[in-house]
């Protein structure tokens, strides 16, 4: 008979098992994904550094190119651990996450926040790998990124994964700003200079029917 004691031991072994399966940290898979962006090869991830190429938010496209490192993942390996899909991920620089609670950097990669946005999910996978290009709009953010580029299985869990910090490095987002908004800020300056002269000339008035 089962006792309850190791019904309880079962169901919490159950619960482990699947936390340690969607929980996965970057330290507990290989780094085997080659990743590289047509971009100038930058280390440096101070905004405005001179080696950094600048893409446009609005509009400006970066092309990403992965594949898998063979010598580390022979094909034996690739179907044995179930190479299914690749995933690009767009990462701010760790500069660019300073006093930014909202872009912290978690170890678990379903958590992290320094590469929350992705590119493109589930691209089908080959050793070979493939290129992306991608679009961005003038949501995106100015700062310094880097790429990291996963493989996942069948169900999604992520099995390896590479970035551009040892090969391209970063480029820099140029942020969107909009035309008119030079207009306003000239035209509430304008309108804050008339009140002031207004003001001006009600206190002189004032003082001048005084004296
Ligand atoms: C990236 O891949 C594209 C398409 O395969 C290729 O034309 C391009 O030369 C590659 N770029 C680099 C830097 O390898
Ligand atoms: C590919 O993996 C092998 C074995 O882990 C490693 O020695 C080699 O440096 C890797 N190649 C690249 C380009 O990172």
Redesign the pocket.
Known sequence: MVSFNTYNFLLVALVGVSFVQCNIEYDDIPT?V?VTTETAHCFDEARGAQCLTQVKAEGGKLTVNFSL?T??CDSECQTSKGYKYYQVKLCFSDKSIEERPWRKHKDEIKKDKQCKKSLKDDIEFTAEGGSLEYEFDDAQPGATYYVTVFTKNNDGDYLSYGTTL?STGYFEIDPYQPVDDGLKTGAAIMSAISIVILIGCFVNEHQQKKE
Do not use: D, R
């Open positions: 085997n080659l490192n010598t580390a040892g």
